[in-house]
């Protein structure tokens, strides 16, 4: 998605998108981070940060947050939300996934919330992010996936054109994300349609 286009879907979902995913996300996403508070190292890198969900649950004591977002609307939210913790060691970048200088071992662990489906190329971008990694690091994700079978399987590839013009992958599998060779350590943290999955770049994962 260009980013002008991303910035114009993103105003008006900026104003909604917590209203409309508070009930059944937000405990999620809570999960998602209490998992990356427990790891080792300090810095963590969140992609696709949106209106700072996540934010609130960082532990202050561990952790130095960096959050990219290629949506101005949603970073602006972010940032009031951001002022709620003012403890946290937040850095907050406008910038988009496939652009981001980051550094070989830069950051210990890598969230991915709900991101990767609104992406062109996620698998690249998950790879990429991985590869920078260092031993030991993790990366989290929490998105919706398509079943391997089922009811559920077949709905999301009806409305996958649906998801195409509100510019996000309806239809959207975990494995067509991995690459089976190098991400070989991945475990499930939450199972069901919206997953919580720990990648970990590791010889021998714990
Ligand atoms: C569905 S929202 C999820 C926001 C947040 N992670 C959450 O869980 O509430 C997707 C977010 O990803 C951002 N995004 C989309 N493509 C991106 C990219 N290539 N790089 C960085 N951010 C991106 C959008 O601007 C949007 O804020």
């Not at 951001?82 to 071992?105: F, I, K, M, R």
């Not at 969230?111 to 030991?136: I, R, W």
Request: glycine share 6%.
């Amino acid at each position: 998605m260009s980013n002008r286009l991303n910035n114009f879907r993103y105003f008006f979902l900026s104003r909604i998108y917590d209203l409309a995913l508070h009930w059944f996300y937000r405990p999620l996403v809570r999960r998602l981070v209490a998992a990356v508070n427990e790891q080792p190292g300090q810095q963590v890198l969140e992609i696709g940060v949106g209106t700072g969900i996540s934010l609130p649950f960082y532990d202050a004591q561990r952790k130095h947050v960096t959050a990219i977002d290629c949506s101005l609307p949603m970073l602006a939210t972010a940032r009031r939300r951001a002022a709620h913790s003012p403890q946290l060691h937040l850095t907050l970048e406008h910038a988009a996934a496939e652009d981001y200088p980051s550094q070989p071992g830069q950051f210990d662990q890598i969230v991915f919330c709900n991101c990767l489906s609104v992406m062109k190329e996620p698998a690249q971008v998950l790879e990429a992010y991985y590869n920078l990694l260092p031993t030991g690091g993790r990366i989290y994700l929490l998105n919706h996936f398509t079943p391997e079978r089922g009811l559920l399987r077949q709905v999301d590839r009806m409305l996958a054109p649906v998801g195409a013009v509100l510019g996000f992958k309806n239809f959207f599998t975990l494995p067509s994300l991995l690459n089976a060779d190098t991400m070989r350590y991945t475990s499930t943290l939450r199972a069901g349609y919206w997953r919580i999955v720990e990648i970990s770049k590791a010889d021998n994962p714990a």
